[in-house]
């Protein structure tokens, strides 16, 4: 089944933190949405590969995603080679998006940075008729999706806009809470890092609130695109009204 949506991460629990709120909305929305992470984050100071890989699927299932993909890319070694821009190309000529969304080009993390070079640019060699790719012992068919868009992680940008999550907010919550693992426990034995600390599901709710108070509404996700937009009708617009 093709997707309308495939939206691309580092690790387990960066979509849900980033932009699962826009992902529950386009579910509900009726569209196909599919997930993929780059690696299993087994590097991560907190849970194992195998923890993390159910939460991810729960968190997937929450949402509503169609599929969950993992591409098997080491943790803290996400090169941007033939080898890996291949598994992501075979992975868009599998489900045949029309949209990406991505990691933003501009991160702390160098996983992040590298998964957005990736991402760029399997969109782009996906497309293309003589690079040949197989699947299940099947050749794939060239597909470029139409556009990609890029969600905030640490690092802020000015958006080319933000999506209105006040329906689909508590879902998203839920989402990243089925991360157990990686956030805060007050029985947890493993060391704390930025997110397990017990005020960091805070910031994430503060960011939300601020997007949100930009357009009139409770809650928001922020996103970037690199591609003029246009719209049909302006009254389809959300403003803050002033």
């Known amino acids: 089944m093709n997707a309308d949506i495939l939206a691309i991460g580092a690790h387990p629990d960066d979509l849900e933190l980033s932009c699962g709120g826009t992902i529950a909305k386009l579910v509900k929305q009726g569209y196909k949405v599919a997930l993929a992470d780059a690696t299993c984050g087994e590097l991560g100071t907190r849970g194992t590969k195998e923890i993390r890989s159910k ?38 000529r599998d489900l045949r998006p029309t949209v990406l969304i991505i990691p933003h080009g ?41 556009h990609y868009f890029e969600f905030m992680q640490w690092h802020e940008f000015q958006p080319a806009f933000v999506v209105d999550i006040s329906g689909t907010y508590e879902i998203k919550m839920q989402a990243i809470r089925a991360h157990a693992s990686q956030f805060f ?58």
């Open 55 to 92: 939460e991810a699927e729960e968190a997937a299932h929450i949402l509503g995603a169609m599929t969950r993909r993992n591409l098997q890319i080491p943790d803290g070694n996400v090169e941007v080679n033939k080898e890996n821009t291949q598994k992501l190309i075979t992975l868009i």
């Open 106 to 146: 501009v991160e702390r993390h160098p996983d992040h940075v590298h998964t957005h070079q990736l991402c760029r640019e399997a969109w782009f060699y996906a497309g293309l008729r003589k690079l040949q790719t197989r699947s299940k012992g099947r050749k794939q068919e060239p597909h470029r999706p139409h």
């Open 185 to 242: 426990n007050p029985a947890s034995k493993e060391p704390e890092t930025r997110l397990s600390s017990p005020s960091f599901l805070d910031t994430i709710e503060t960011r939300c609130k601020y997007y949100g108070q930009k357009i009139g509404v409770l809650y928001a996700e922020p996103f970037l695109t690199q591609f003029t937009l246009g719209v049909d009708d302006i009254f389809d617009l959300v403003v803050h009204k002033g």
